[in-house]
């Protein structure tokens, strides 16, 4: 979903790594500003829309 570091921070998946991201961001926010601009006109690829239609798609197929 961050389009491998695209669209935003990618941290290792543990406690030292989610606090090492936090405080980045926190610590330098402007280091951040690259992926606001890369999100602009983003649309995310899971909606509750997206998955309600997709769910209906497959009732409507039985």
Known sequence: ???NGKLGLIVENSEQGIYDGMKKALENPESFDK???????YQMPFTLEKSVQHIQK???NL
């Open 1 to 3: 979903m961050l389009e």
């Open 35 to 41: 992926y606001l601009e890369n999100m602009k006109g």
């Open 58 to 60: 497959i009732i409507d």
